[in-house]
């Protein structure tokens, strides 16, 4: 049984570029969620995606932007890179809009330099 | 507002309970969940509790859950070094027809041989 899984694991951009990120759902899941993880913090919600829907978004800017696929696998889009985006990004998923529990991707380390 | 709070570190020696505590802030939340966080993965889900209960034992953990103070707490029984690990707590809250999950900033958990 396949869990979530996330690519690339590790990615180094300069500021000002653009990143897309993806993620494979758990098999069986249909809802997949984006957080980001700064250092030393906690996951911080970034959007949910539902049947290739955005149905809700956490308080981060219009540069950050997602999709789901009709095989519910999703991308994360960050445009005009900046310094303070460099963070460990989650990918999380669950089954429909209850949403629990959440299992988690091992991440996406980005660096912006 | 919504804030989920923990201590920062805590740090036992092998073979003794560790207990790791959370207060939240929601009194809405339905589910409330236990994440263990190794270095450089994801976060794995270790046990959640329903807001109706007091308390889960599920093998070396037990969680409990003080409704009226918002308060959960992460026991580990017999605690070993593999158990050294950054400890999440989680509260799932409705939100607009779907659920929010709203993660503390974690808890750093160091077993001493």
């Known amino acids: 049984d396949a869990g979530v899984t996330q690519s690339p694991t590790h990615l180094i951009k300069t500021r000002g570029q653009q990143v897309t990120l993806r993620c494979s759902p758990k098999?069986?899941?249909?809802?997949v969620s984006w957080y980001q993880q700064a250092l030393g913090q906690g996951p911080q919600f970034i959007f949910q995606?539902?049947?290739?829907?955005?149905?809700q978004r956490g308080n981060f800017p219009d540069r950050f932007s997602g999709h789901q696929f009709p095989n519910y696998s999703s991308e994360l889009n960050v445009n005009a890179l900046l310094l303070g985006d460099s963070a460990l990004y989650l990918c999380?998923?669950?089954?429909?809009?209850?949403?629990?529990?959440?299992?988690f991707g091992n991440g996406t380390r980005l660096t912006v330099t | 507002g919504e804030d989920v709070e923990q201590s920062l570190f805590l740090s036992v020696r092998e073979g003794d309970s560790s207990v790791i505590n959370c207060t939240y802030t929601?009194?809405?939340?339905?589910?409330l969940y236990w994440y263990k966080q190794e270095p450089g993965a994801g976060l794995q889900l270790l046990t959640y509790?329903?807001?109706?209960?007091d308390m889960k034992q599920d093998q070396r953990l037990t969680v409990l859950l003080n409704k009226k103070d918002k308060h959960l707490s992460l026991r580990i029984a017999d605690t070993q070094t593999g158990d050294s690990a950054i400890y999440f707590c989680?509260?799932?809250?409705?939100?607009?027809?779907?659920?929010?999950?709203?993660f503390g900033t974690g808890t750093r958990l160091k077993v001493l041989a």
């Open positions: 999380a998923s669950g089954a429909g809009l209850l949403n629990s529990p959440l299992h």
């Open positions: 098999s069986g899941h249909d809802t």
């Open positions: 995606y539902y049947e290739e829907e955005e149905r």
């Open positions: 929601d009194s809405s939340s339905t589910y």
């Open positions: 509790i329903f807001s109706n209960m």
């Open positions: 989680a509260e799932r809250a409705p939100t607009s027809g779907t659920y929010k999950y709203i």
